[in-house]
């Protein structure tokens, strides 16, 4: 059972868990390029306001798989006054990546923005080349690749290419996938 809900304070150490579960997780290859370098800290560190507020935010939903939290999604701004909205994924828990899991909870995110903001038309996501997996999965739930910013990605050593993709309202609730 995939379900999206607001991560709570009884979540963080689970979430924790999910997030550090080594000192270089899998997960953080795929996110580091945007997010800088991925710093492991402990679970005290974690636990002090200005670490895990960010994922109490309204900003944010944990992806729970049979209750418990495997991942997140997100929303921001990338401009508020132009209604230019972007979202994200995350599942942490590469045990349990290609099994429809991010498809399931990613369809349901984009639902879930385009309700929640019923004055917005085009819902963003950006990635990079070095991520096929969240390339395939956009395409999967109808998003459409917007544009490719060729070389402006230096992650280890590479060039590699910004990936923007877009849908649109009436394109979301018009595929068959999606209801």
Same mark, same amino acid.
């Given at each position: 059972?995939?379900?999206?809900?607001?991560?709570?304070?009884?979540?963080?150490?689970?979430?924790?868990?999910?997030?550090?579960?080594?000192?270089?997780?899998?997960?953080?290859?795929?996110?580091?390029?945007?997010?800088?370098?991925?710093?492991?800290? *402990?679970?005290? @560190?974690?636990?002090?306001?200005?670490?895990?507020?960010?994922?109490?935010?309204?900003?944010?939903?944990?992806?729970?798989?049979?209750?418990?939290?495997?991942?997140?999604v997100t929303?921001? !701004?990338?401009?508020?006054?132009?209604? !230019?909205?972007?979202?994200?994924?995350?599942?942490?828990?590469?045990c349990i990546w290609s099994?429809?899991?991010?498809?399931?909870?990613?369809?349901? !995110?984009?639902?879930?923005?385009?309700?929640?903001?019923?004055?917005?038309?085009?819902?963003?996501?950006? @990635? !990079?080349?070095?991520?096929?997996?969240?390339?395939?999965?956009?395409?999967?739930?109808?998003?459409?690749?917007?544009?490719?910013?060729?070389?402006?990605?230096?992650?280890?050593?590479?060039?590699?290419?910004?990936?923007?993709?877009?849908?649109?309202? *009436?394109?979301?609730?018009?595929?068959?996938?999606?209801?």
């Amino acid at each position: 059972m995939i379900t999206l809900k607001k991560i709570e304070e009884k979540h963080l150490i689970d979430l924790y868990n999910v997030i550090y579960s080594s000192e270089n997780p899998e997960w953080s290859k795929y996110n580091a390029p945007y997010f800088n370098e991925f710093k492991f800290i *402990d679970l005290e @560190t974690f636990l002090l306001k200005n670490h895990h507020e960010y994922y109490l935010s309204e900003r944010v939903l944990g992806i729970f798989f049979n209750n418990k939290p495997v991942g997140i999604v997100t929303y921001y !701004w990338e401009n508020f006054a132009t209604r !230019w909205l972007e979202i994200g994924i995350i599942i942490y828990d590469n045990c349990i990546w290609s099994k429809g899991i991010g498809f399931t909870a990613l369809s349901k !995110w984009v639902k879930i923005c385009f309700d929640k903001f019923p004055e917005i038309q085009h819902i963003g996501l950006t @990635t !990079w080349s070095g991520n096929q997996r969240m390339m395939k999965l956009a395409e999967k739930i109808g998003l459409i690749c917007e544009a490719r910013i060729r070389k402006v990605i230096y992650y280890n050593e590479v060039y590699y290419d910004s990936i923007k993709y877009g849908i649109l309202r *009436d394109e979301f609730f018009n595929n068959s996938i999606n209801e």
